[in-house]
């Protein structure tokens, strides 16, 4: 059930964040934050491995203050994936991040100090191949373009963000992504399709603020699936008041709902009813909780009756179909063995497991 997305995704520059190339023909990535205290260098290492274990590509931490950068340099040694050094207002932590090997900065060129200042970090930048995030966000749009506009705009966010660009281009740096983000969606997807027809530079999607696990989950599904089918986006963080590593596994699920990008078992259950076989729900928690590590990508079908069970057993990687007291197997599109009910779950992690190890072995040997 591995389909071809149908969206043409718009042509910008690349850039890379370390080994991360973002734009481009590049596959979207996905990134998060963390949200321990930066100086807290185990607690950050041990947040940015278990991001790591779910598949970040990214991950952003906060540095806002020398203190702190100190503590990057610590976690920087540490930590395998790329990381984001998130600063605002002093440039003289960025140049000590830069120094201690960040691969990416979130700054703005506007509010990091004055021009001889925003030089030297962009000059250090340039000098180690380091892109810049500009990073507009709408609570906190300058002075002068909230007076212009009166409140929040599309236009008003896309004109902060093209200032920011101007600082770059002026001091000849284009190592550059944007964002232009907003809690509200209509505002946070207008100014991304206002700001793609402008500029060519990979855009960094996000609903900022987005809420809690399932509010955000879903104001950031309905505000990024809409961009991405049109093709926009280079680069997600879902931003969501809750544990980081879920930022990543909705972030994935997104892209994977749109057939943009596969990583990890893509579970197709039903959502039960009488007719149902097992407890589906319970199987599906478990399958959840016992798969949670696995980054192979593979369609697993659950359903709870031979309705539907069957159609869709046919097509995912390992399927099945309910039954009464034993439900049937399907590997591969073929029904390959009928399972006790009560084995389900055990049964398919063994199958799910055998066959990564299948294609991993295949692998090795090509």
Known sequence: MHHE????????????????????????????????????????????????AVGADIVRVSVPSMDAAEAFKAIRAQVETPLVADIHFDHRIA??????????????????????????????????????????????????IQEKYGEPTAEALVESALRHVSILDELNFHDVKISVKASDIYLAVSAYRLLSAK??????????????????????????????????????????????????RVGFDILKSLHLRQKGINLI??????????????????????????????????????????????EADIGLAGGDKRSILYYRGKQVERVENIDIVDVLEKRIRAEIAERQAARHDA
């Open 199 to 248: 500029v060519d530079y990979p855009l960094h999607l996000g609903i900022t603020e987005a809420g809690g696990l399932r509010s955000g989950t879903v104001k950031s599904a309905i505000g990024l699936g809409l961009l991405l089918r049109d093709g926009i986006g280079d680069t997600i963080r879902i931003s969501l008041a809750a544990d980081p590593v879920e930022e990543i």
């Open 269 to 314: 259950a039903c959502p039960s009813c009488s007719r149902q076989e097992f407890d589906v729900i319970t199987t599906i928690n478990a399958l959840e909780a016992r798969l949670e590590d696995i980054l192979e990508p593979m369609d697993v079908s659950v359903i709870g009756c031979v309705v539907n069970g069957i159609g869709e057993a046919k």
């Open 95 to 144: 140049l000590q991040v830069m120094t201690d090997g960040v691969d990416g900065l979130r700054i703005n060129p506007g509010n990091i100090g004055s021009l001889d200042k925003t030089r030297l970090v962009v000059e250090m930048a340039k000098d180690k191949g380091i892109p810049i995030r500009i990073g507009v966000n709408a609570g906190s749009l300058e002075k002068d």
């Open 5 to 52: 997305s149908p969206i043409k995704r718009r042509k910008t520059r690349q850039i890379h964040v370390g080994n991360v190339a973002i734009g481009g023909d590049a596959p979207i990535s996905v990134q998060s934050m963390t949200n321990t205290e930066t100086r807290d260098v185990a607690a950050t290492v041990a947040q940015i491995r278990r991001l790591e």
